[in-house]
């Protein structure tokens, strides 16, 4: 593959890609980084609303780039400058302890509000207060594996191309419109308008999901509202939705985490509405 292009950490292309560690800059750029072969495909295929790839450039060491030709090609094929750097290149731009070789530049590819609501979604996740970017990437991932139509994070939440919410989310980022920066009122009200029914998933819900399954209300446009890990939705987010609804714990466990439990209400709305009578 050749000589490694990019040998000092100290290069304005590093510099320019370390930086997008830091929202700031991350919100100035409107760019962000995207670590390790399955990351960076889903990158090279992606093109914005406006019909522009999403993957700006590539670095790679030589080992990487001779294993993941087929990515190399990709991105080259999707316009994106590739460099190849040296193995200290890649940790001082990389986020985790094991840099896998592969760091892409995307750009933001968030989806407006507005754009998220015209398509009528019948299966939308809500994190409002969403602290830590690892649950909201595995959210999104649990969300995509669903089917979900869309992910809202209201203006409380993580940054959504934070590099921990990125990774956690396994390329499901590239899959499905991610509306950011929304507030709760908001997305509650525009979704409603859509003809969504809205469900706040709470431990100390009034609903109980196994009951909302056995009646059969759950097979219309539904959006799942969960709240902040350590202390779930405030009592005025409960009141937005149309029921407050708890997963059932049959066993002793104390709780379940975030994730856990949207990936249960999140197939339970999945299944209801594949199944429902008339659905296609």
Request: aromatic content about 4%; hydrophobic content about 45%; charged content about 25%.
């Amino acid at each position: 593959m050749g000589t490694p292009e990019l040998i000092s950490p100290r290069s304005p292309r590093v510099a320019a890609a370390r930086r997008l560690a830091r929202r700031n800059f991350r919100g100035k750029e409107r760019r962000f980084i995207a670590e390790g072969p399955q990351a960076v495909r889903e990158a090279a295929d992606h093109r914005g609303s406006d019909g522009e790839p999403t993957l700006i450039e590539l670095f790679a060491t030589v080992e990487a780039a001779e294993r993941y030709e087929t990515i190399v090609e990709a991105a080259h094929a999707a316009g994106a400058r590739v460099h190849l750097a040296d193995s200290e290149v890649l940790a001082d731009v990389s986020q985790t302890v094991t840099p896998q070789g592969l760091i892409g530049v995307c750009r933001f590819l968030d989806t407006p509000f507005e754009a998220v609501i015209a398509a009528r979604p019948k299966l939308v996740a809500v994190l409002a207060n969403v602290r830590d970017p690892g649950n909201a990437g595995t959210v999104l991932r649990c969300a995509d594996a669903a089917g979900a139509d869309a992910v809202v994070l209201t203006d409380a939440s993580v940054d959504l191309y934070n590099p921990k919410s990125v990774r956690a989310s396994v390329g499901s980022l590239f899959h499905l419109p991610v509306a950011v920066g929304v507030p709760v009122e908001q997305a509650v009200r525009g979704l409603r308008d859509a003809g969504v029914r809205i469900l706040a998933a709470d431990g100390a819900g009034k609903d109980d999901l196994d009951d909302e399954l056995d009646a059969g209300t759950m097979g219309g446009p539904t959006a799942w509202v969960f709240g902040n890990e350590a202390w779930g939705l405030p009592e005025e987010t409960r009141a937005l939705a149309d029921a407050v609804v708890r997963v059932p714990i049959h066993g002793k466990a104390e709780s379940l985490n975030l994730a856990t439990a949207a990936a249960v209400c999140l197939y339970a709305s999945a299944r209801a509405q594949r199944t429902r009578p008339g659905a296609a």
